[in-house]
């Protein structure tokens, strides 16, 4: 990939939009689950991955997803 955001990045960000209503740490439940539920496995391990890497680009509440994603593998 040249340059620019990775596709999981840019949709994690999107979809922890999505339950920015919510409180932050229900957001991230959300998001774990919807992840788990409807992810290819290898987008989840990237996803996984990039966040434990200290990614900057991922928002608060999707960094917190793939912590929870994570456990939920």
Known sequence: MSGGVPPYVRLANEIAAQFAHRAPA???TAVANHLKATWDPRMKQALIAHA???AT???PVAVDAARRLQALS
């Open 57 to 59: 680009d991922l928002t």
């Open 52 to 54: 434990e890497s200290g």
């Open 26 to 28: 229900d957001a991230a």
